[in-house]
């Protein structure tokens, strides 16, 4: 049985992604996709006027929606996809999370993850609790801390 975070014990270093700048595409598509036309994210002009801000900030849920990419480019997940033929990861939840910091538009996010503790489950199944901060580029405070569960479900669970 193959599961990418086997290896690794409470505590260990996952890994850091690479930077990915939030764009304001990224932000209107995200508003789209979720029929959420809030004008602090979507309308640059509303929010140089009316957000304490004086621009527009990511969607707090896009900002979470970024872990699994984040988490895919991290140091020793970066081959996950490539093992789908022995399991597949699924989101299970988070234990907590908070959105610390927003994501002002053209800012870059990056991913630091942990493991946090590991245990098994029904039908061979491995729930991981992963400690996952995202960092803004420049700034000392992050946008999110969470602790996201992921079940691994291998192949012959299926």
């Not at 990224?26 to 036309?37: E, W």
């Not at 002009?45 to 699994?68: C, M, N, Q, V, Y």
């Not at 996950?80 to 022995?86: A, C, G, L, Q, Y």
């Given at each position: 049985?193959?599961?990418?975070?086997?290896?690794?014990?409470?505590?260990?270093?996952?890994?850091?992604?690479?930077?990915?700048?939030?764009?304001?595409?990224?932000?209107?598509?995200?508003?789209?996709?979720?029929?959420?036309?809030?004008?602090?994210?979507?309308?640059?002009?509303?929010?140089?006027?009316?957000?304490?801000?004086?621009?527009?900030?990511?969607?707090?849920?896009?900002?979470?929606?970024?872990?699994?990419?984040?988490?895919?480019?991290?140091?020793?997940?970066?081959?996950?996809?490539?093992?789908?033929?022995?399991?597949?990861p699924l989101n299970y939840g988070f234990d907590r999370m908070r959105l610390v910091s927003p994501v002002r538009v053209g800012a870059k996010v990056r991913g630091r993850f942990w493991l946090n503790d590991r245990r098994q489950v029904k039908g061979g199944r491995t729930v991981n609790c992963l400690h996952c901060v995202m960092e803004i580029e420049g700034e000392e405070k992050p946008a999110l801390i969470a602790d996201w569960l992921s079940m691994w479900v291998p192949a012959e669970a299926q």
């Open positions: 049985m193959y599961d990418p975070l086997a290896n690794l014990a409470p505590g260990d270093e996952i890994g850091v992604s690479h930077w990915v700048e939030i764009t304001q595409d990224m932000i209107n598509q995200f508003g789209a996709s979720t029929l959420d036309p809030d004008p602090m994210h979507i309308d640059p002009e509303w929010s140089r006027i009316h957000s304490p801000f004086k621009d527009t900030i990511a969607f707090g849920f896009l900002t979470t929606s970024l872990l699994t990419h984040l988490l895919y480019g991290a140091t020793k997940t970066q081959n996950i996809r490539e093992h789908t033929k022995f399991g597949y």
